[in-house]
Structure formats: C-alpha cells, structure tokens
C-alpha cells in the first residue's frame, strides 16, 4: 500500500511579486503481479491425487494523520495546494494548481491440476483460486480563502485548479483441473474461484471564498478562471477489470466414474465522490472573464466469464457428471445514499466581469460490463449415465449522479444596491449524460448416452440496470431588495444588452442484453432429457 499526502500551502503571508505559483503535483503508482501454481500425480492402484493453488493480491492507496488544521476534513491521499489567509499583490499572473495521478494494478493467476492414474480406485481433487483487490483514495483540493477584511487576491489572471486521476486495473485468472482416468470408480473433482475488487473514493475540489473588501479579488482584466476536473487529455477516473475462472473435471473408466466441476468468477467494482468549483462570499470581484467550471468523467469496464466442463466415462455400473458455472457482476458509480454530486456555483458573489461570466457543471459517467458463463457435463455408460449442468449469469449496474450549475445570492446579502453581478455575458450551464451497455451470457450443455440415461441442463442470464441522475442549472435570488441581481452587457460605455443563457440537459442510455440457453441431450434405450433457460 501507499499512504501519503503531497500539499503546498501559503498562510498568512504578505506577497508582492510578478508571477506566482502555488502547485502540489502527485503520481502514486502500485502494480503487483502474483502467479500461483500447484500440479500433483498419483500413479499406480489406490491412486490418489489433491491439488490446491491460491493467489491473492490487495492493494490500496489512502491518507495520512498528522496534517497542518489548514487541510483538516480532507480524508483520502490528499493533494493540496492552498493560500490561505493571506495578502498576495501580483503584477503578473496568479496560478494555484493541485493534481493527483493514481494507477493501482493487479494481475493474478492461479493454477492446479491434479491427476490419478489406474487401478482400482483413483481419485483427483483440484482447487484453483484467484482474487485481486484495488483501493484507491484521492482527495485533490485547490483553493484561496480568505477570512477578514484585508486579505487580499489580486493579479493579471487568476486560476486555481484541481485535477483528479485515477486508473484501477484488477486482472484475475484462475483455472483446476482434475482427471481420474483407468480402473473401477473413478472420481474427478474440480473447483475454480476468480474474484476481482475495486473500489474507488475520488473528491475533488477548487474553490475560492471569503473575502469581504470590493476589490480584493481580482483578476485585472485577464481570465479568473476556477476549475475541478477528473479528465486531463484521455485521463480520467477509470476501473477495469478481467475476471476468468475455468475448471474441467474428468473421470474414466471402466467401471464407475463421477466427474464433478464448479466455475465461479465475480467482480464488484465502485466509485464514490464529488467534483465541485465554487466561490463564495466575495464582495467586488473584478475580472476580464471568469469561468467556474467542475467536470466530471468516470468509467467502469468489467469482462467477466466462467467455464465448467464435466466427462465421465464407465464401462458399468453407471456414470455421473456434474457442471455449475457462474458470474455475478456489479458495478456503481455513486450510490443510493450517496450521489456522485458534480457541482459549479456562484454564491453572494458580486462581481464585475468584463467579458462572459460561464458556471458550468458537466458529468459523463459510463458503465461497460460483459458476463458470460457456461457449463458442460457429459456422461456415458454400458447400463446407467447421468449429466446435469447449470449456467448462471448475473450483471447489475447502477449509476447514481447529481449535476448542478448555479448562481445564487441568498438572504444574508442585505446592504447592497445596484447591480449586484454586471457582465457582458451570463452562461449557466448543467450537462449530464450517464450510459450503461450491459451484456450478460448463460449457457447449459448436458448430454448422457446409456441403456438408461438422464440429462439435465440449466441457463439463467439477468442484466438489471438503473440510472439515477438529476440535472440542474438555476439562477436564484433570496435577497430581492438589495438590487439587481445580475445585469448582462457591453461594460465598454454602450447600452447594449447582453445575453443571459441558462439550460441544463440530460441524456441518460440504457443497453442491455441477456441470452439464456440451454440444452440436454439423452440417448441409448431409455433416454429423458431437461432443459430449461
């Protein structure tokens, strides 16, 4: 694991200078490779032959104690750059930049095989397990804050950004395989488990707040831009994860033979968070142009399948094979109880902004998931053959988001007259698209050929997705006498009128697709087959 945190602060300071620059930068990187191998022979009467291989890997990123009282409440790996309580008088531009890059990955194979050979009794058991679990933690935070009348923010340009990168990559394989072969009972046993995690907290936050002098934040005439985002260029907050489990089960003869596998592969996948851009409680602010944006782009891609595959072969006294092969799959972006909220607002702010003033709050959040499961049992016999085998396939994804863009003076602004905010343009702007493609696969294969045969056979597939997600964008005013709350055009001495635009869309996508088969076949003189899907 990796604990941590990477910050860079400024407080109560006084600073006259061109340029400045406040940046914490963090790249935490884990990848963990485990292979685990297990092969045992048993040869001769009596045979008898048990294999087991297991491997595991857990990974996790998180936060530290002990930070200075100016980063308190920021949980997770933290990444901060703030100026705090402070008087910066720059001639140049002013930047305050925190960025995070995480990539946590984990690829684990598991193997065993086990074998009997002849004579009299054989036995083969074989257990496969593969697991790999990811956490990652990031609280990414960049602000200016102030707290009394003389702090001050004032330059020829201002940004403070925070930017929050995470890749979270778990690859599970497992396979066992089991084989009696020659001489009276035969049996064959073989389990195979692949378990993939991954869970992810991503915070975000760039904002600016508190200062009560007009004029005291300004960005000249240049941009005053306030910006937190999970994507930089193909980056973004990302999980994907392989989860494969095989197993094969077979048993001879002549004699009596049992052939028995079991697959079961499973991945669990989550991202929790919030992206916000604010500011707050400024009075005065003064810029060329301004834009307070939070962006938001997650996506989890899952690839999960189990394969179980039974044969037993007896000359006699019957036949048995055994099948089960299961997925179960799910995947969350948000939940119930907590939405990933994505959120830029502008709140008892007055300001005058020579250009277009933008609070925009944008989130795509993606879910790509395939299962597919599959089983096969086959079982052959001079007198009595029995096969059953059952395929289950499970995916079920969930997207819970809040999107929101606003500018809002509330009832706590009370002595100010005319016009609060002026602009030469007014956009607020709320974008929200969520997609889920689901795929899920099940598929059943039971077959027995004897003077008396039955075969059984079972596929079940279910995809359930849910999609919730709101999208807002508002202008709201609480303070109604103390002036006009925004008044939009040309500051260049003309009259003319700008544009005030405020729209909020949401574009929500559900593809899902379930198959379910399932066949027996039952052959020889007396022959009953099942099948169900």
């Known amino acids: 694991f990796i604990k941590g945190a990477t910050y860079a602060l400024v407080e109560n300071a006084s600073v006259t200078t061109g340029n400045m620059t406040v940046s914490a930068e963090n790249d935490a990187e884990i990848r963990s490779v485990v292979l685990a191998v297990a092969v045992s022979i048993a040869a001769g009467q009596q045979g008898a032959a048990v294999s087991i291989g297991v491997g595991i890997a857990n990974n996790e990123t998180n936060g530290i104690t002990g930070l200075p009282t100016a980063f308190s409440g920021h949980d997770g790996f933290l990444t901060g750059a703030l100026i705090k309580d402070s008087i910066v008088d720059l001639s140049g531009a002013l930047s305050v930049l925190a960025k995070s890059t995480q990539l946590v990955r984990a690829d684990v194979v598991s193997a065993a095989v086990g074998v009997a050979a002849t004579g ?77 995690r991954n869970t992810m907290g991503a915070k975000t936050e760039a904002k600016i707040d508190g200062f009560s002098t007009s004029g005291n934040l300004s960005a000249g005439t240049g941009q005053l831009t306030v910006e937190a985002t999970t994507k930089d260029g193909s980056e973004q907050l990302n999980i994907r994860a392989i989860s494969v489990a095989a197993s094969v089960a077979i048993a001879g003869g002549p004699g009596t033979a049992f052939a028995i596998s079991g697959a079961g592969a499973d991945s669990r996948n989550i991202i929790t968070g919030h992206t916000r851009a604010t500011i707050s409680n400024v009075n005065g602010m003064i810029a060329g142009s301004a834009e307070i944006k939070a962006q938001n782009e997650a996506l989890i891609s899952t690839n999960v399948a189990a394969v179980a595959l039974s044969v037993a072969v007896a000359g006699g006294s019957g036949a048995g094979a055994l099948a089960i092969g299961g997925v179960l799959v799910s995947n969350e972006i948000g939940t119930s109880s907590d939405k990933f909220d994505v959120v830029a607002s502008m709140v008892d702010v007055s300001a005058t902004v020579t250009g277009q003033l933008t609070v925009q709050a944008i989130d795509n959040s993606t879910i790509d998931a395939g299962a597919g499961a599959g089983a096969g049992a086959a079982a052959g016999s001079s007198d009595l053959a029995g096969a059953a085998a059952g395929a289950g396939a499970g995916v079920y994804n969930k997207i819970y988001t809040d999107t929101s863009a606003k500018i809002e003076r509330t009832s706590a602004v009370t002595s100010r007259s005319g016009n609060y905010i002026t602009a030469g343009s007014v956009r607020v702007n709320s974008d929200s698209d969520s997609s889920i493609t689901a795929l899920s696969v099940g598929a059943a294969l039971a077959a027995s050929v004897a003077q008396g045969g039955l075969s059984i056979a079972i596929g079940v597939a279910i995809a359930r997705n849910d999609i919730y997600n709101s999208s807002g964008a508002y202008i709201k005013d609480s303070a109604l006498g103390s002036g006009t709350l925004i008044a939009a055009g040309d500051l260049g001495g003309t009259t003319a009128a700008g544009d005030i635009e405020v729209d909020a869309d949401n574009d929500s996508v559900i593809d899902a697709e379930a198959t379910a088969a399932s066949v027996a076949i039952a052959g020889g003189l007396v022959g009953i087959a099942l099948s169900g899907a």
């Not at 778990?170 to 089991?178: F, H, K, T």
């Open 120 to 196: 009299g009794f054989s036995l083969s058991l074989s257990g496969a397990g593969a697991s790999a679990e990811n956490r990652g933690n990031a609280s990414v935070y960049a602000a200016i804050v102030g707290s009394s009348a003389t702090h001050k923010a004032t330059s020829q340009g201002l940004s403070v950004r925070a930017v929050n990168l995470m890749d979270l990559y778990a690859g599970v394989g497992s396979a066992a395989v089991a084989v009696a072969l020659f001489g009276a009972t035969n049996v064959a046993a073989s389990i195979s488990v692949a378990l993939a």
